[in-house]
C-alpha cells in the first residue's frame, strides 16, 4: 500500500515508522529539506533501537528501502491509498495542503489529519467529505499503541473500518470516537486528571514529587493492566457508588488554567524544552528523552507480549 505522511516534525517521523513497519512503502513529504533529512534520520535510529531490543526482529536497511521523501506534495501522494497530515496547528498552512491534496490525490485516498484539537472536518465540511477525518496519534506515535480514529457527521464507516484494520495490521491499538469532541478521548482524560493534580498541588495537600509517584507507583502501574471500567468492576460497583458520592462534590471543577502553570509559562519555565518546568532537566535534553524512550519501548515489549489481545 502507498501511505503518504506530511510534515516532517515531532510527530511525522514516527507516524511514518508506523508503517514501514507495518510493510508499507511510505513516502514523507514537508516544504523543508532539512526536516525531511532529520526525519529520516530519526526513523532509521529508532527502527536501529528497535531492533537492538527485539521489538522488530526486521531488517533496518530492507525496511529503509521502503522509504522515500519529497518536497513536492503533487508528486508524493498522486499514488496515495492514504495520507497522513501531519503540519503545524494552523488553519491557512492546513487549507493550502487541503486544497493542493484535493486536486493532486486519487478520489479515493483515504486522507486523515492529526490534528490535536481542530474539528477540521467541520471548518473544511468541502473537503472530499466521507473520506477526511481524524486519527490521533501519540507520542512518540512509533511507540504508544493507542491511535484515536474521529469521526464526524460524514464519515463513511467503512472507511474507518478499513484504517482500524490497516493500524492493527501495523501492530496499533486504534479506537474509535463517534463524534468530534474537545479533546478527543485521551486529552479529556488526562487533562481531568491534572486538573486534580495542580489542584491538590496548590492545596499543599502533597508535594509534585508525591503526585507523580502516585501515577508511576499506582495510576499508571495498573493502568497497564486494566482499564477503568474493569477496575470499576474490581472494586465492587456498590463500593464505588460509595465513595463517588463523598468524592464527587469535593473534586475540583475550576475552568480557568490554574496559576501555577500561568506563573510557570509568564516566567518562560516550559518544561523539558526550556530546561526548567515544575523540575529542573540538564541542558542536553537528548539524554532526557532518550530515556524516556528506553522506558517506553520496555513497556511496549510487556504490551506485546501480554496485554495486547
Ligand atoms: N507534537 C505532539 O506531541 C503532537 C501530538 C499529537 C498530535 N499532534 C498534531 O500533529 C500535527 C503536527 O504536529 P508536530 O508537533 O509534528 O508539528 P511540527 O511543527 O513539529 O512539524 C510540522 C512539520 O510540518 C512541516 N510543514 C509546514 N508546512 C507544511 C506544508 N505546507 N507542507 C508540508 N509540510 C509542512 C514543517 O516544516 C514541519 O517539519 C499538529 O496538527 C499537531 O497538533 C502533535
Redesign the pocket.
Known amino acids: 500500500m502507498n501511505i503518504v505522511v506530511?510534515?516532517?516534525?515531532?510527530?511525522?517521523p514516527g507516524i511514518a515508522q508506523v508503517f514501514l513497519m507495518g510493510g508499507h512503502h511510505v513516502i514523507m513529504?514537508?516544504?523543508?529539506v532539512e526536516?525531511l533529512a532529520e526525519?529520516t534520520k530519526e526513523i532509521r535510529n529508532s527502527l536501529t533501537l528497535m531492533a537492538s531490543k527485539g521489538i522488530t526482529n526486521q531488517d533496518v536497511t530492507t525496511l529503509m528501502s521502503n522509504f522515500q521523501t519529497m518536497t513536492s506534495?503533487e508528486e508524493a501522494v498522486k499514488d496515495a491509498d492514504l495520507v497522513i497530515?501531519?503540519?503545524?496547528?494552523v488553519i491557512n498552512?492546513?487549507q493550502?495542503?487541503y486544497e493542493d491534496l484535493d486536486q493532486f490525490c486519487p478520489k479515493d485516498t483515504v486522507i486523515v489529519?492529526?490534528?490535536?484539537?481542530?474539528p477540521l472536518p467541520e471548518i473544511f465540511p468541502h473537503f472530499r467529505p466521507g473520506s477526511f477525518f481524524v486519527a490521533?496519534?501519540?507520542?512518540p506515535?512509533q511507540i504508544i499503541p493507542l491511535v484515536e480514529i474521529v469521526k464526524n457527521d460524514k464519515t463513511n464507516p467503512e472507511k474507518v473500518a478499513w484504517l482500524r484494520e490497516v493500524l492493527e495490521k501495523c501492530g496499533k491499538k486504534p479506537i474509535v470516537i463517534n463524534q468530534f469532541i474537545k479533546g478527543f478521548l485521551i486529552n479529556r482524560m488526562q487533562t481531568a486528571m491534572a486538573r486534580e493534580a495542580l489542584y491538590l498541588y496548590e492545596k499543599g495537600v502533597v508535594s509534585l514529587e508525591d503526585l507523580d509517584v502516585a501515577n508511576t507507583a499506582c495510576i499508571g502501574f495498573k493502568s497497564a493492566w486494566q482499564g477503568t471500567f474493569e477496575t470499576m468492576d474490581y472494586i465492587g460497583l456498590d463500593t464505588c457508588a460509595f465513595a463517588y458520592n463523598i468524592i464527587f462534590p469535593d473534586l475540583c471543577n475550576d475552568t480557568t488554567v490554574p496559576a501555577t502553570v500561568t506563573q510557570k509559562v509568564k516566567e518562560g519555565k516550559l518544561g523539558l524544552k526550556s530546561g526548567e518546568g515544575f523540575f529542573t532537566y540538564p541542558e542536553d535534553s537528548n539524554e532526557v528523552s532518550m530515556q524516556r524512550q528506553a522506558g517506553l519501548l520496555e513497556q511496549l515489549k510487556l504490551f506485546n507480549d501480554y496485554i495486547k489481545e
Open positions: 506530511i510534515g516532517s516534525g515531532v510527530m511525522g513529504s514537508d516544504i523543508k526536516a526525519g506534495l497530515e501531519a503540519i503545524p496547528e498552512i492546513k493550502k495542503v489529519s492529526n490534528t490535536s484539537a481542530l490521533h496519534f501519540m507520542n506515535p
